[in-house]
């Protein structure tokens, strides 16, 4: 059950293609049409162009260099696909005083209590949010010799209610797959008629 | 509401290719830059390449090819950002985002379920299937001579599948039969 900012690695993806379309055609454009106009580009030296002699070469580089190794590690770790964060939620109460409940307790034994039921082969739950506003992440693997519709109602009706009633609190939001698996033994009845 | 499940594919790899090819970039040229400062000259890579630069003219074909793959790798990039990925998985009717609930099912579980079906289907051996959100293609092998009766009954099956399991739009069945052992 892991997730990825696909925005913002589109916008990422766009800006670096932006910059090196905008690098190489502004180059070819220059060498081929002349342009900046009057500018005979194309026959310009590329050392020229460049600070080589510069003392200021060397900073520049070396900044150059940081930036670009800071800006490349801070995308690389930010495009890891991740789980949403497991919570601890906080409940006061005037007669009980405060108490505390990992989420990932919960979602544990809303897995457990899932699988238990012979249409679930397998559950994955996880609960973020907060205490008055919980959000469920779950997928449920359904058995696939049984009928669909009723795992899909037992989820709802049922494994999600329960959850809820367990936490408190109805679920802000919830977001749930449904998945098979097929059983491990074939049905053996079928003909093969040649 | 913001969707966990039911969302395009991401570009992970392509960004990860990408910036891994940036970041090898921008330690070869720090190390560079911080070797010049302590030896008080260019690492031999270095000073080749600064060589061949300053003899290099804009219009020469290593440049001009240079500016044509930076030209066609941002066009790459810009495309493999734009183009909209598909989804995998298709919304159940239960899914509703008034009520900040999302629930859909994923083509390969749909998957599963449609080839554990075929597969129960008389005369079939085997039965492979591929699902998107708009197709399921049934790809069914069979040893029996009457093909288009195998092909009738495992349409029937997968169509009755399809139509089983609450799906806010259900993708078309398409079946194809291929004749394989027997006599």
Known sequence: MFTTHVVRQRIILVILGLVLLAGGGWGLASVWWGLPAGNDFGQAEIGNSLPIDQQYLVPLGLAIGIAGMVLSLAVLITAIPRRPAAHKFRYESRTEGVSEIETSVIAKAAETAAQTQPEIVDANVQIGGSATEPVLYARFTLRADAPANRGIELVNDRVIPDLEMVLGAPFASKHVSFSFQKPEKQDSQKAVLI | ?183
């Open chain 2, 1 to 183: 509401m913001n969707r966990f499940w039911h969302v395009r594919s991401a570009r992970t790899l392509t960004l990860a290719i990408s910036f891994a090819i940036l970041l090898a970039a921008s330690m070869i040229l720090a190390l560079s830059c911080i070797l010049r400062l302590v030896d008080g000259r260019w690492p031999g890579i270095a000073e080749q390449g600064i060589d061949a630069l300053l003899g290099l003219r804009f219009n020469d074909n290593l440049a001009v090819i240079a500016m044509a793959v930076l030209a066609v790798l941002g066009l790459v990039l810009m495309l493999s950002a734009l183009v909209p990925g598909r989804r995998q998985s298709i919304l159940l009717t239960s899914d509703e985002p008034s009520a900040r609930s999302e629930q859909a099912i994923s083509c390969r579980g749909i998957s599963t379920l449609v080839g554990h079906e075929v597969e129960r289907t008389d005369s079939v051996t085997r039965a492979r299937v591929k699902t998107s959100p708009a197709l399921v293609h049934v790809r069914v092998q069979t040893p029996a001579h009457s093909v288009q009766r195998v092909q009738d009954n495992a349409q029937a099956r997968v169509q009755a599948v399809i139509d089983g399991l609450p799906l806010q739009r259900a993708p078309k069945v398409k079946v194809s039969v291929q004749r394989r052992g027997g006599n």
